[in-house]
């Protein structure tokens, strides 16, 4: 029982404060895909800790764990329309089930929520997938526009987008550079990723930690992405794309090559700092996602341990 209690509490304490470690991390100009995996996992991480936790606190030690808390539920609603006073494991167990069901449904909400608005701001999407469905992968498809336009769209199939123009303000370098940002962004569902974010900090918009995801992961999607593209055609042709394209219309939908943090990004190409090598980052993601999945855990025992200590 101590031990669930205390990953509820963990799981209490990173919805609150799990994004200052990780804003400290920013700061050194950590790797942003090392970033990135820290971000995700434990976002999901919160979620999935705290239903468990619930689910756990409210399952009879003595009970099949199939059928024991939704057993327990059953008979507090029979003492309770039977106007006597249930006992203290089936009112744990209704608050059990109350509280994962209300998780669940506030997950479904804000997903439907951000279906309808994808909807009535991106009425020609499915167009544009169309165009490029029988395009080679990793292709743009190029639309007349007098601006200088790059974005891409996730999904099946991913879509890279850019304007014709293009062509007369940037260079070759520049604008294989460009093209290299936008895969990077299909490549690595950086998409996804933010529709992920996104959905649980609209669905539980009380945790400082996930309001402050969605901003986070922008910022890191656009360095990462960065980091590959000069790494495939040169930090110097990534900072003269980004140059060229910042001021440009951003897009209601999509990711832009030039929509966010540009200032920082272009001081990070100037100095050379691009990232770890590929060995550096392997070992980075999993130290990150061995701190993401343990955090809530770790924040309880240490916070069981303060107050124990405090008591005594």
């Known amino acids: ?128 997938r169309l165009l490029a469905a029988g395009m080679p992968s990793g292709d743009p498809l190029w639309v007349r526009d007098d601006r200088p336009l790059a974005l891409s769209i996730g999904g099946r199939p991913g879509v890279i987008i850019m304007s014709d123009s293009l062509r007369h303000h940037l260079t070759p370098r520049a604008l294989a550079a460009t093209m290299e940002h936008e895969r990077a962004h299909l490549r690595g569902r950086h998409h996804l990723l933010v529709a992920i974010v996104e959905t649980l900090a609209a669905a539980f918009a009380m945790s400082p930690f996930l309001r402050a995801a969605p901003a986070a992961l922008a910022d890191l999607i656009e360095l990462a992405a960065d980091a590959q593209a000069a790494r495939r055609c040169s930090a110097g042709a990534v900072q003269e794309a980004l140059s060229r394209l910042t001021g440009q219309p951003t897009p209601a939908v999509g990711l832009a090559m030039a929509s966010h943090l540009t200032q920082a990004r272009l001081t990070r190409l100037t100095t050379g700092s691009i990232g770890a090598s590929r060995a550096m980052r392997l070992m980075g993601c999993t130290a990150a996602a061995i701190a993401a999945l343990s955090l809530p855990a770790a924040a309880g025992w240490l916070a069981l341990e303060v107050v124990g200590c405090v008591v005594a």
């Open 1 to 128: 029982m101590n031990g669930v209690l205390g990953l509820l509490v963990g799981s209490a304490v990173v919805g609150m404060h799990g994004h200052r470690p990780l804003q400290w991390l920013a700061d050194r100009q950590l790797d942003p895909t090392i970033l990135l995996t820290g971000w995700l996992l434990s976002t999901v991480g919160l979620i999935v800790s705290t239903v468990a936790s619930i689910t756990l606190l409210a399952l009879p030690a003595d009970e099949h764990p199939a059928a024991g808390i939704f057993r327990l539920a059953g008979g507090c609603w029979t003492a309770l329309s039977s106007g006597s006073l249930p006992g203290w494991r089936e009112g744990l167990a209704a608050v059990g089930v109350i509280g994962v069901a209300t998780i669940l449904l506030r997950i479904g909400w804000a997903l439907t929520v951000r279906r309808r608005r994808r909807r009535s701001t991106a009425p020609h999407v499915e167009q544009l």
